[in-house]
C-alpha cells in the first residue's frame, strides 16, 4: 500500500550536491521517521515520498523553493566586535548560535571579518539551491 498523507514513514536519504558529493546521508543509521503532512521535513522530500511502496527508491530533484527557499541578502549582517565576549575570534565558515533581542535564537555561518567586526549569513546552508536525494521509503509503520 502506497504511502499517503498521515502515514508515519521511517526513510533512508542520501543528499547530494550539485556535484555529486554527498552532503549527508542516513544509510548507515537509523532511516528517520516522520508524519507525512506535518512539516517536519522539506515540502520536496515529503511530497515525493506520497505514492512510494515500502522498499521502493527513486532519486529526486528538489527546487530551492520546495526545499530551504532562495537565499536572502537581508539575512547577511554585520556583527559588530565591541557587542561580542573578549575572547570572541570565530573562523571563517564557522557556525554558531545567536540570539534576537527577542530571545529566540537562530544560526548564522560567519563569511567574513571586518575592520569591526564579523559578516554573518543567517541564511540556511543549502537556501538557494537545488537538492538531489536518493530515496527508500523502509516501511509504514502507521
Known amino acids: 500500500m502506497p504511502a499517503?498523507?498521515?502515514d508515519k514513514v521511517r526513510v533512508h536519504y542520501t543528499l547530494k550536491d550539485a556535484n555529486g558529493e554527498v552532503v549527508e546521508?542516513?544509510?548507515n543509521t537509523i532511516p528517520i521517521e516522520f508524519t507525512i503532512g506535518e512539516g517536519k521535513v522539506i515540502p520536496g522530500f515529503e511530497k515525493n515520498i506520497i505514492g512510494m511502496n515500502p522498499e521502493e527508491t527513486k532519486t529526486i530533484k528538489v527546487t530551492p523553493e520546495d526545499a530551504y527557499g532562495p537565499r536572502d541578502e537581508k539575512?547577511?549582517?554585520e556583527f559588530a566586535k565591541k557587542n561580542a565576549p573578549g575572547d570572541f575570534d570565530p573562523r571563517i565558515g564557522q557556525t554558531m548560535q545567536m540570539h534576537r533581542p527577542d530571545g529566540k535564537a537562530?544560526?548564522?555561518t560567519v563569511v567574513d571579518r571586518t575592520e569591526n567586526g564579523f559578516?554573518?549569513?543567517a541564511n540556511h546552508p543549502l537556501a538557494g539551491?537545488?537538492?538531489a536525494f536518493d530515496l527508500e521509503l523502509v516501511e509504514i509503520v502507521g
Open 119 to 121: 559578516m554573518m549569513d
Open 129 to 131: 539551491k537545488e537538492l
Open 106 to 108: 537562530f544560526v548564522v
Open 25 to 27: 546521508s542516513s544509510t
Open 75 to 77: 539575512k547577511i549582517f
Open 4 to 6: 499517503k498523507n498521515g
